[in-house]
């Protein structure tokens, strides 16, 4: 019996001594909490739009109980690469973080904030073209709504959004669109050039081009003038 009654004393003690640790555990772990850096005053959206800059704002960082004012940050982008400035163009679609640097305490501190950056539904390129969702200015086609786009010689207006080849069958469109001369009578273009490229290799695309009939070669003016066709391989 004496046997017994020790050995379950000793278990007791055993349990006993496991949750005075755990008791100091938690005061410990509950301590170092404290310690962990933050970042507040840092008016930082969850979105922004390639294209845009970033001017970081000045944050509050605290540690251990102490704060301080940093305007000290470098910014790592979503294909890895790391900078430190005053401002950020935000040129990579994906998820960028921004980390704030401060010493406190003789502690360097360091916390982040993440965000996303989206592309444009489409965007053109040149401070003269132009693409809005709405009609045209001409009143002959005022009633057909879409996305208007206006192209100086040698610019681009790039569609962003994913196209899935592989949902489309032989009746689906793949372009619709018309043209529309700034002038009557008068072709704005020779030739309208279509490049898709694929999302997961850029070197990989699919050109087409439509061309603008040839008046020597139709025997009808308006015709040659009013048309376009796509080159499906053919060189002219």
Not at 29 to 49: K, L, M, R
Not at 83 to 106: F, H, K, M, Q, V
Not at 129 to 150: F, H, I, L, M
Not at 206 to 220: K, M
Request: charge should be negative; charged fraction near 15%.
């Amino acid at each position: 019996m004496t046997k017994r009654l020790i050995k379950a004393t000793t278990v007791l003690l055993v349990f006993a001594l496991l949750i005075v640790a755990a008791l100091f555990a938690g005061i410990y772990f509950g301590t170092a909490q404290a310690a962990v850096p933050s970042v507040a005053d840092a008016d930082i959206a969850d979105t922004y739009f390639t294209g845009e800059t970033l001017t970081p704002p000045e944050a509050s960082v605290s540690y251990g109980g102490q704060t301080v004012t940093t305007s000290d940050t470098t910014l790592v982008y979503p294909s890895g690469r790391a900078r430190s400035a005053a401002s950020y163009p935000l040129d990579e679609a994906g998820e960028y973080t921004l980390l704030y640097t401060a010493e406190i305490g003789g502690v360097p501190v360091e916390e982040s904030r993440t965000f996303i950056a989206v592309q444009h539904l489409y965007e053109v390129s040149g401070t003269g073209s132009r693409a809005y969702y709405g009609t045209p200015s001409d009143p002959n086609v005022a009633d057909r709504p879409g996305v208007v786009v206006e192209l100086e010689r040698g610019d681009t207006f790039t569609f962003n959004k994913p196209i899935d080849f592989g949902s489309m069958t032989s009746a689906s469109a793949l372009i619709q669109m018309y043209c529309v001369p700034s002038v009557i009578n008068t072709a704005d273009a020779l030739q309208v050039i279509f490049t898709f490229t694929d999302t997961q290799n850029p070197d990989n695309y699919l050109t087409i081009t439509a061309q603008q009939a040839d008046v020597a070669d139709t025997p009808s003016y308006d015709w040659a003038r009013n048309s376009t066709y796509t080159r499906a391989g053919a060189a002219f």
